[in-house]
């Protein structure tokens, strides 16, 4: 299974993307996808790096992100990196949001994601406990 996070476009405020799980040659799962900008790798300002990342599926009842989600790991001077449900680039820090399509839904002149507990749920059935995204 390749999993792989392509990045379509970065306007200074949050990058919007594309997330597809294959299965051999055979695409499985597509979702678009709503970071942070890119700031240097900055903690809670920037979206990671692209590269290789090996990802698992979690749910901490301890942390306030008590429903599942997905922990990318091993990512340089970063911690709790995670896929999760949200609309908004202010819902995040770092992390990914995925989501069925694009639209700015708060009028904010942003691009959001809709549907993103929908997304996710799917996105979460598709992809195994743990696996390596490539994000290019």
């Keep these: 299974?390749?999993?792989v996070l392509i990045r379509l476009c970065d306007?200074?405020?949050q990058t919007l993307g594309?997330?597809?799980v294959y299965k051999e040659e055979k695409l499985l799962f597509e979702c678009k996808t709503l970071e942070l900008a890119y700031r240097d790798n900055e903690p809670n300002k920037s979206c990671i790096p692209k590269g290789t990342y090996l990802v698992k599926k979690r749910r901490d009842k301890r942390s306030k992100f008590k429903y599942p989600?997905?922990?990318i790991q091993h990512v340089v001077n970063r911690k709790y990196i995670l896929v999760h449900i949200g609309n908004y680039y202010t819902?995040?820090?770092g992390c990914i949001l995925p989501g069925n399509n694009f639209m700015d839904i708060n009028k904010d002149g942003q691009k959001d994601v809709l549907n993103s507990t929908i997304t996710f749920n799917k996105l979460m059935e598709v992809v195994p406990e743990s696996f390596v995204l490539e994000v290019v």
Aim: hydrophobic letters at 40%.
């Design 69 to 71: 989600h997905l922990h």
């Design 11 to 13: 306007n200074g405020i």
């Design 1 to 3: 299974m390749r999993n």
């Design 91 to 93: 819902q995040i820090a």
């Design 18 to 20: 594309e997330w597809r």
